[in-house]
């Protein structure tokens, strides 16, 4: 397709009601460079006339392929374990300390944990590894931990579980020891912790086909890119599917703060119920 240097504002405008209508995404006219520079690279491979004719297409809604290939030219994965690591304490002090000593307890003995927006699993895998390492040696405990994301690249590389050298370096060695092993340079969760994290493809925007009760909801530095009212209904959604004392957590640079909401802050960025 012979690619055009630039996009139109009319066209723009075109991107912007696909991706908030089906993903949420608010794109601000300051997000125009990146957008564009995206979608013409995209564009290149693509077996398209020009941008019009693939908008087009988009608009139609009936390629769920190409919608996919399109959010993921949109979204930003960026993500790494430990990611706010304050949270990760918090879920080990006040969390899976209790439930190994027995001065907490949950039914049936099953802690549920959903990462939402989990991108490459970095987040979900991180639940993961500090839940083993306080619950294993207490037993009997039925960890799952469902990670989903709507982007496929993302999805794939979750359900994979293997990291590239420069996204575990910063582990500490014995953690890496323990829950990765390396094969073919790259470095791949053991099973123990494969086997605690359920991967899917979801929409957030969309039906959710679970029901919950979950212990513990962590959607971090995915609703940033959305406006105000579709944060605030999504925020809703997640704290119906939590169970009164489940933790939520969002971004450091997210808040919920001016949503009238029936949680209580216990630290910058992350609530109770
Ligand atoms: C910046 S990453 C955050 C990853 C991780 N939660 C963290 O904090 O490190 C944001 C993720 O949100 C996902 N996302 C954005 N909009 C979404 C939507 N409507 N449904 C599901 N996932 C979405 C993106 O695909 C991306 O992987």
């Excluded at 995915?222 to 957590?249: H, K, Q, S």
Aim: glycine share 8%; with cysteine.
């Amino acid at each position: 397709m012979p690619a055009t240097e630039s996009l139109t504002q009319r066209q723009f405008d075109r991107i912007a009601t696909i991706a908030k209508h089906r993903w949420g995404l608010a794109l601000t006219p300051q997000k125009r460079q990146l957008v564009t520079s995206r979608l013409l690279s995209f564009m290149r491979g693509a077996p398209f006339e020009d941008v019009d004719a693939y908008l087009a297409h988009l608009e139609a809604g009936k390629d769920e392929r190409a919608l996919l290939s399109f959010f993921d030219t949109l979204s930003t994965n960026v993500t790494s374990f430990f990611r706010d690591r304050a949270h990760f304490d918090y879920l080990e002090r006040e969390l899976f300390t209790g439930l190994a000593r027995g001065t907490l307890s949950l039914p049936g003995r099953r802690l549920r944990m959903w990462s939402a927006g989990c991108s490459t699993g970095c987040e979900p895998y991180t639940m993961a590894m500090v839940a083993y390492d306080r619950l294993e040696s207490a037993g009997g405990w039925d960890v799952q931990i469902l990670a989903t994301d709507l982007s496929n690249y993302a999805v794939e590389e979750a359900s994979a579980g293997a990291y590239e050298w420069d996204s575990v370096k910063d582990l500490p060695r014995e953690t890496l020891r323990r829950h990765f092993e390396e094969r073919d340079g790259r470095w791949r969760v053991r099973p123990h912790l494969r086997q605690m994290v359920k991967v899917g493809q979801l929409n957030l925007m969309e039906d959710w086909p679970m029901r919950g009760p979950f212990d513990v909801i962590f959607c971090r530095n995915v609703m940033i890119y959305f406006d105000g009212p579709t944060r605030e209904r999504l925020v809703r959604r997640f704290l119906g599917l939590l169970r009164p004392g489940g933790v939520f957590a969002v971004g450091s640079a997210e808040t919920l703060a001016g949503m009238d909401l029936d949680v209580r802050s216990v630290m910058p960025s992350l609530y109770v119920k």
